[in-house]
Structures are given as C-alpha cells and as structure tokens.
C-alpha cells in the first residue's frame, strides 16, 4: 500500500525516538512492499524558535495531507516560562482540536521481565493487557467553568451528549473484538447524572455487539480493582477525567513510561500517534531515551489507521522478543544489569524483524 505519514519529533528526546523508529517503519515497508512517505514538521518549543507559533499553520497542512500523524514528544525547561503566552504543549491541544480526536487510547501491558520494576506482586500483574479508551474532547475538562474574582466559590460542569458517548463506546466495542471481547464501563452513575447517561446509552450500543461483554464499575471500585485484579481488564472506556487518572494509575503497571503508547482518534480512519512520555530534557541527547513508547505508537497507526495488522504485531513481537533476550535501556534496567543505547535497542528490534 501507500501511505503518507506526518511526522512531528517536536523536542528532547522527541527527535532521538523519532529518527529510530522511522529506521523500523522503513524496515517494515521493505518487508511487506509498502510505500511509505514520511513528511517532517515542526510543533512545540522547536517550533516556538523557528516561527513564534508550537503549531505552524504550514505544520496543520502537512498533517491534513498525511494518512496519519506521529508525534514525539514537546517541552523543556527552555520554554516552560509560566509567564510566557507561547507554550510547547500548546501545539498538542490545537492539533487534537483541529483533527477532532475525540477517543485517546491507551494500551497498558506488563513484561514478565520486567515484573521487579512493578510496585505490585508479580502474580498480580501476570498477564495484564489493559486497552484504555478515553473521551478526550468533551466531559468536565471542556465544561462551563467559572472562578468567581475573590468570591470563595468556584464551578466546573460535566456534560455528556448521548452522540458523545456513542461514538467512544463504538470505539471501545470494536477494540474489544479485535482483543478479548470485554468492555469495562467506568462511571459514577450512582450520584452524577451525565453519568446515568452515559451507563444507559454504552448498555444501547453494546446491544450492537452480542460477542462483548460488558461491565460496568463505579470509578472508585475501579481504582481498587485496577491493583487487585488487573489482569481481569480487556478495554476500560471513561470519560475525559476518570479516563486520564486511571490511565496514569494503570501505566505504574508497565514498570516504566517509556513503554507506553498512545493514539488519539476522530471518526475516520485518520489519527494522531505519541507515546505518552514528555520530552525527558534530564536524559535528553544522551542515548538512553526507552524508544518503545514511541516504537509501539508506531505499531498502533499501522493497526487504526492503515490497518495493517500483521505488520503492527510484528513490531509488538519483536519488541516482546528483544526484551526476552535481556536488552534493557536504564530505566527499565535492574541494578547490576548490563544496559543499551536508544540505537542498539532498535538495532535489535530490527535484527528480529
Ligand atoms: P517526562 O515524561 O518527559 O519525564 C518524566 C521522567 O521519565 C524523567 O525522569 C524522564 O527521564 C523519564 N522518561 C520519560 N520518557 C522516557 C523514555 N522514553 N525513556 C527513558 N526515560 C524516560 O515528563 P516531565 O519530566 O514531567 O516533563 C518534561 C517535559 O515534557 C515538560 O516540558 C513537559 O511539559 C513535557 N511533556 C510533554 C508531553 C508530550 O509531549 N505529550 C507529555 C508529558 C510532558
Ligand atoms: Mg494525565
């Protein structure tokens, strides 16, 4: 096939993950005879430097031309001036709100080996293949908000559309098919009503999928339930706010945020693609960013976006594979234990593939 990537390193280690994983997408397309364009733009501080703006005008064009966007990461302390009106992450929330990506997922699995990273006993975390599905453009982030001047009172608003729920639970039903067929439902129907709504209207559509199981848990049994049975979870869908403190809490499972991905999607097939680690200014330039966040990110635009799903799980295999083998960039490396460069990790990634 032929397909058009827009690619965004933006800053940090964003650049060194980017340039090897565009090493394992070539690979890819030799491999399954694809065609492959990459085109590189700026977002973020980089872009701050350049044009005064963390998202060029000329960038949100190359990205509408493109089948999908991968993107690194943005920020450092060279533009985190908090008096400042320009900043980096900026450029993340105007992009998501250009493209209309309203479904931020999330995969979060554990490695046998790297069970002693995890602060959980490794029976527990046995197993543990959990895909987030999050609302990321409405919920109580996006609601009517008011600080009252000096008053002593403050509100935000939570507010659910029945079309908003839908089309995330149509997302998270699908995921499911392709997975474990199990939906796990995150409210708090019993006090809120946008959360009434949303229960009602995920039980009508998972009358659409009879194969899916679905669950529904009260957000605060689900933090619980997260550390206790974690390995029980296929896909957890929420709303924008539960979704984004479960989904940090679930990540402590995958012994380090290097390993973790991300892609946020609209209702076509087009998509944005990140890891969901920043910019690591403190290991930036120095050959030890983890490129597995940002590796498996890669994975997840050729399974949503081209659908490619034979190449996607080739690269989540021979990543499982190098790690099996005993490659450990630092941070997910145990005392004592020998450690690789950014490089060598995807050199190996690529002797598998
Ligand atoms: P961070 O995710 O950049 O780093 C947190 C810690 O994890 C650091 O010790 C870092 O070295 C480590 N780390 C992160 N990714 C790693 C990787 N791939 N391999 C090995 N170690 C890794 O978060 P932090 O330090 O809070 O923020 C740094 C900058 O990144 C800030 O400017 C922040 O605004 C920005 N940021 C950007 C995000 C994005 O682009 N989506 C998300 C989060 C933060
Ligand atoms: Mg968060």
């Not at 509100?155 to 067929?181: C, I, K, W």
């Not at 034979?310 to 790690?323: F, K, M, Y």
Request: proline share 5%.
């Amino acid at each position: 096939m032929k397909a058009t990537i827009a690619t965004l390193p933006g800053d940090g280690i964003g650049p060194e993950v980017m340039v090897e994983t565009l090493r394992v997408l070539s690979a890819i397309g030799s491999k399954y005879g694809h065609d492959f364009t990459t085109t590189e733009s700026l977002i973020g501080g980089i872009a701050i430097d350049e044009t005064g703006n963390p998202l060029p005008d000329e960038t949100i064009k190359t990205c509408e031309e493109a089948d999908a966007i991968l993107l690194a990461a943005v920020g450092g302390p060279k533009w985190s001036d908090p008096t400042s009106d320009v900043r980096p992450e900026q450029g993340l929330l105007k992009i998501r709100q250009h493209f209309g990506l309203f479904a931020n997922l999330r995969p979060v699995k554990t490695y046998p080996a790297l069970a002693s990273h995890v602060p959980l006993r490794a029976d527990l975390i046995e197993g543990v293949d959990i895909l987030f599905v999050r609302e990321l453009t409405g919920g109580i982030y996006f609601g009517q908000r008011k600080e009252m001047g000096d008053s002593d009172e403050a509100y935000d608003t939570m507010l659910y559309s029945r079309p908003e729920v839908e089309r995330l639970a149509h997302v998270a039903f699908r995921a499911a098919q392709g997975r474990r067929n199990k939906v796990t439902s995150v409210d708090k129907a019993n006090v809120l009503a946008s959360m009434r709504l949303w229960r009602k209207t995920v039980v009508q559509v998972a009358e659409d999928y009879e194969d899916v199981e679905l669950e529904h848990l009260l957000v605060d049994a689900c933090t619980m339930h997260l550390l206790t049975r974690p390995s029980s979870f296929d896909v957890i869908m929420a709303g924008n706010m539960f979704g984004d403190i479960l989904s940090d809490e679930a990540s402590v499972l995958a012994g380090s945020l290097g390993m973790l991905p991300s892609a946020s999607l609209g209702a076509g097939r087009f998509g944005m693609y990140e890891p969901v680690h920043g910019s690591a200014p403190d290991i930036a330039g120095q050959g030890k960013a983890n490129p597995i966040g940002m590796l498996l990110s890669l994975a997840m635009l050729l399974r949503y976006s081209l659908e490619l799903e034979e190449e996607a799980r080739a690269i989540e295999t021979a990543i499982d594979d190098v790690l099996a083998d005993g490659l450990r960039t630092p941070d997910i490396a145990s005392k004592g234990e020998a450690v690789c460069s950014t490089t060598e990790f995807v050199d190996a990634v690529l002797a598998k593939l």
